[in-house]
């Protein structure tokens, strides 16, 4: 007899699984579960949960949210998040199975996810779509000439006055950028949670607000023989503007008594851009937004294409089977149309792979020269790596 149920949650049920969740993420008695950060994602969401009889020892959520793709359109995407098995029944499927009822043919189209650990998803048909750029860099320091910037535009405003003009912001940013995610009351109240294990000895939440932009941060007060050394990490910077940009950024850079800044960008952020001489700012790239394609001939005409294509493609997916199999896709004037096809492969990949590819971060040609992509008619890889391209790199500014 199956030892194991899995099921849909209520909301009631989610909170009662909280402490389970709370220690899977290893932060045992903290107020920061579930009931604290993410009451307000109950509802709109699909709560789902692992049972050993009455016990309640896995869990899974899958927000309903919208995501922008290239071209501009709002698609909705189920942002799966909360994935927690209780340690002592780990290693004996209950993932497998949550991530069955996470991922229904019926369901959105395209699913998104942060990942705990990188080895963790791949396996359910993931992809890396987009990364971040971890930035360290000395305050103080000059922009490129050429380069001016209005710090005196900038003012640190209250949270309570703050949260409406930086929504307002974001969501003319969100519709353009591609990779960000709309947001919902819920998912902002769990964006900007501030207790103390997260604050971890540093400033709550600040908001430095532009007309144009906003940074939300953190200070830390360091101090050593040498006088202050103190950090401030960037929480979310979002500009509208160019303008908007170099100001906010003047602005955290000559904070005073303020040595270090950490900040996690853009693949392709200005900010580097900005500098005389880059290698004063140290960047590293990290996995960031993981997607996968549950329906292909659904989600693939969702974005739009950069050049014309025509190609077939052959596709594994041993956990969406549905989506196994050759594929014709054609696409003009950006538009792209998906038909189930027996005809001969131009090229092969695996699910995971065009789920990388989707938001057009990753090149397909790239994962074929790793061995990801197979070409069988020469000059299909590239075709359709070009195709798939977005004009900048997608960025998702949101771990949830
Ligand atoms: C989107 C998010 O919420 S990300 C957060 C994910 N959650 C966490 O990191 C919290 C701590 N970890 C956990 O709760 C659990 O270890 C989970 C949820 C990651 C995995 O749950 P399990 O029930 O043990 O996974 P399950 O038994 O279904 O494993 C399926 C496969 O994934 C592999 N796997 C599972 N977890 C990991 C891991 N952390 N690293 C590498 N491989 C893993 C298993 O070995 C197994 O491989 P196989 O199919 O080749 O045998």
New binding site residues.
């Given amino acids: 007899m199956d030892t194991y149920t899995v099921r849909e949650l209520t909301s009631e049920e989610m909170v009662a699984a909280s402490p389970m969740v709370a220690r ?2 290893l932060v045992d008695g903290s107020e920061d579960d579930i009931t604290a950060r993410g009451a307000g994602l109950l509802a709109g969401s699909v709560n789902l949960g692992a049972f050993a009889q009455e016990q309640q020892v ?1 869990t ?1 959520q899958v927000q309903a949210r919208s995501l922008c793709v290239p071209g501009g359109a709002s698609v909705p995407v189920g942002a ?8 002592d ?11 069955r009822a996470a991922l229904p043919r019926s369901g959105p189209a395209v699913s998104a ?5 990188a ?3 791949g ?1 359910f048909g993931y992809g890396v779509a987009t990364e971040l750029t971890r930035y360290t860099l000395p305050t103080r320091i000059a922009f490129r000439p050429g380069i001016t910037a209005d710090s005196s535009l900038v003012r640190e405003l209250p949270r309570d006055e703050a949260i409406p003009v930086i929504r307002a912001l974001y969501e003319r940013y969100a519709e353009h950028r591609v990779g960000a995610l709309t947001r919902t009351d819920g998912n902002w109240d769990h964006h900007l949670f501030d207790s103390t294990r997260v604050q971890a000895g540093r400033s709550p939440l600040r908001f430095a607000v532009h007309p144009e932009g906003y940074a939300t941060y953190r200070a830390k007060p360091v101090w050593n023989d040498t006088g202050p050394q103190g950090q401030l990490d960037v929480h979310e910077f979002i500009a509208t503007t160019p303008q908007a940009t170099a100001d906010l950024w003047r602005y955290l850079l000559d904070i005073d008594l303020v040595r270090t800044i950490h900040y996690d960008g853009d693949p392709d952020d200005p900010l580097a851009l900005l500098l005389p001489d880059t290698r004063v700012a140290l960047r590293k790239r990290l996995p960031a937004l993981h997607i996968r394609l549950v329906d292909v001939a659904a989600a693939l005409p969702l974005r739009r294409y950069l050049t014309p294509i025509d190609v077939v493609v052959e596709l594994d997916d041993p956990f969406c089977p549905w989506n196994t199999g050759r594929w014709h896709l054609s696409a003009n004037s950006g538009q792209m149309t998906v038909a189930s096809t027996e005809a001969v492969p131009d090229l092969e990949l695996d699910i995971r792979d065009l789920g990388a590819a989707y938001l057009g971060g990753t090149r397909l040609s790239a994962l074929a020269a790793a061995g990801l992509v197979r070409e069988h008619t020469t000059g299909a890889t590239t075709a359709l790596s070009n195709a798939m391209l977005a004009d900048r790199e997608p960025s998702c500014r949101e771990v949830f």
């Fill in positions: 899977a993420f896995g899974a799966v998040t909360a994935v927690a098995v209780a340690s029944h780990r290693r004996r499927g209950l993932l497998t199975r949550l991530m996810l942060w990942a705990s650990e080895a963790i998803y396996r």
